[in-house]
């Protein structure tokens, strides 16, 4: 069954760094694109960055792109999230998704807090 679990998630001050992970499992990672999505508390969900099976493109979110990056390793079946100079509207649920055989899935997510 396809399980995708975020990790990397908590308090960071403005202008710090984190590094989010996702695992995934119950299907062949290596064959799909990867997606970061967040949610802001009182905000609607929103596309952060995308990675192709191939890693040959990359695509980010005009708030984050230059700060942001998306990468895989498909050996270990887990994409990242790099976040660095991190800004106080960053704050929010991350969450790694998939479209695997038309279906969106969708991790737990993990809380990401930007401290001014």
């Known amino acids: 069954q396809v399980q995708l679990v975020e990790s990397g998630g908590g308090l960071v001050q403005a202008g710090g760094s984190l590094t989010l992970s996702c695992q995934a499992s119950?299907?062949?990672?290596?064959?799909?694109?990867m997606n970061w999505f967040r949610q802001a508390p009182g905000k609607e969900r929103e596309w952060v960055a995308t990675?192709?099976?191939?890693?040959?493109?990359?695509a980010y979110a005009g708030a984050v792109k230059g700060r942001f990056f998306i990468s895989r390793d498909n050996a270990k079946n887990m994409v990242s999230l790099q976040m660095n100079n991190l800004r106080v509207e960053d704050t929010a649920v991350y969450y790694c998704?998939?479209?695997?055989?038309?279906?969106?899935?969708w991790g737990q997510g993990t809380q990401v807090t930007v401290s001014s």
């Open positions: 998704s998939a479209r695997v055989r038309r279906i969106d899935y």
């Open positions: 119950g299907f062949t990672f290596s064959d799909y694109a």
């Open positions: 990675i192709s099976s191939t890693i040959i493109d990359v």
